[in-house]
């Protein structure tokens, strides 16, 4: 990985950290005074779950360094066999870590009363569902013949997520 220490940021000036594999890249940028972003992008796909603006440059320089060792040792490219990988990445902030919101309650609840399944809907965002995803309480399916572009039609619930409706 590439490392800038004890260095200030130029304004529009990005300071990338790459993974040895080439496949994540986390940037971090002064936008103006007081506001620096962290961006983070597989290849040429923003992950929107580890972008954010902060108002410090020093906080920004740790979440950066945070994502870029997170993501440091995973090759998105090529999965190691037998080993199972989230659907979605978890956050710094540690928000996987956390219970279901209300609506995510009410999203686990009609995915039990259906079979264990809920489609993508007004009820079901696709917020709630990859939250719930990043939890493990749900599976999500996607579309097929959308090529790269994956798009979420459903999710199915886990062992965990079945324990939590319980």
């Known amino acids: 990985m590439q490392h800038r220490t004890n260095q200030s940021i130029a304004i ?8 040895p594999n080439g ?3 986390v940037t971090l940028q002064r936008i103006s005074a007081d506001v620096y972003t962290v961006t983070t992008y597989q290849g040429t796909l923003r992950i929107d779950a580890n972008c954010g603006s902060y108002d410090s440059e020093a906080t920004a320089r740790l979440v950066a360094r945070g994502y870029a060792e997170m993501y440091r040792n995973e ?4 999965p190691t ?3 199972r990988r989230r659907q979605v990445p978890p956050t710094m902030a ?6 279901p919101s209300d609506a995510g309650q009410r999203v686990l609840r009609a995915a039990h009363a259906n079979g264990g399944t809920v489609n993508r809907s ?3 965002t696709i917020v709630q569902l990859k939250s719930l995803a990043r939890k493990g309480m749900v599976t999500l399916n996607y579309a097929s013949g959308t090529g790269l572009r994956r798009v ?6 886990t062992e965990r997520g079945v324990k939590a409706v319980a």
Request: avoid cysteine; proline fraction near 6%; hydrophobic fraction near 40%.
């Open 81 to 83: 066999a037998g080993v």
């Open 75 to 78: 090759n998105p490219a090529q």
């Open 23 to 25: 496949r994540v890249t």
């Open 122 to 124: 007004a009820a079901a």
């Open 94 to 99: 540690g928000a996987h870590l956390t219970n």
């Open 152 to 157: 979420v039609t459903s999710a199915t619930l």
């Open 12 to 19: 529009d000036e990005a300071i990338p950290y790459t993974t």
